[in-house]
T-cell receptor, first 118, second 112 residues
């Protein structure tokens, strides 16, 4: 059962280091979304990518954060020079069609990557 | 700016009884609403959805009600089972949009 795979599940970084989170979408899905969940809050949209293209990064902080979804390989969310406020759970989701075009709510989420910044 | 609000952070209900989870929204452009269920250390999984052209959608033990004039929706779980113990997120999207706006979640505990 090849669902959305995220790794690492847990990542600990010291302030100033870089964090790289990887996401492999479900087989056949070419649309990838990253969401962030801060403690005691709901998930917040960060970025929407298709293969080799960033479609919408309106939810990404302007600095230090970047995302890519190369032709081959997983999608990568990269956080440079991490700060304590970056500590959160980062969820990746994928879909076979753009967004909710099929209106069935079928965004498939991974189990998340929990980043802790010391 | 929290456009989707779940004002009850937790709910405890006895097995076999009804669980009612509430959700309010502020964005009048939202036209599609969803509930996701999340177990600890897992990702959210889709539970049920409703389009703004409807006021009720039912799927087994789960029913979602939408009151557009009040900008309010609710999820009813009848009867509640121990496996329903989880965090439930309300989410919404605008017409033809792909971004979901999530509430902060309600933790449901079903007591045996």
């Amino acid at each position: 059962n090849a669902g959305v795979m995220q790794n690492p599940r847990h990542l600990v970084r010291r302030r100033g280091q870089e964090a790289r989170l990887r996401c492999s979408p479900m087989k056949g899905h070419s649309h990838v979304y990253w969401y962030r969940q801060l403690p005691e809050e709901g998930l917040k949209f960060m970025v929407y990518l298709q293969k080799e293209n960033i479609i919408d990064e309106s939810g990404m902080p302007k600095e230090r954060f970047s995302a890519e979804f190369p032709k081959e390989g997983p999608s990568i969310l990269r956080i440079q020079q991490v700060v304590r406020g970056d500590s959160a759970a980062y969820f990746c989701a994928s879909s076979p069609l753009p967004g909710l075009a099929n209106k069935t709510g079928e965004l498939f989420f991974g189990e998340g990557s929990r980043l802790t910044v010391l | 700016d929290q456009q989707v609000k779940q004002n009850s952070p937790s709910l405890s209900v006895q097995e076999g009884r009804i669980s009612i989870l509430n959700c309010d929204y502020t964005n009048s452009m939202f036209d599609y609403f969803l509930w996701y269920k999340k177990y600890p250390a897992e990702g959210p999984t889709f539970l049920i959805s409703i389009s703004s052209i409807k006021d009720k959608n039912e799927d087994g033990r789960f029913t979602v009600f939408l009151n557009k004039s009040a900008k309010h929706l609710s999820l009813h779980i009848v009867p509640s089972q121990p496996g329903d113990s989880a965090v439930y997120f309300c989410a919404a999207s605008e017409v033809d949009d792909y971004k979901l706006s999530f509430g902060a979640g309600t933790t449901v505990t079903v007591r045996a």
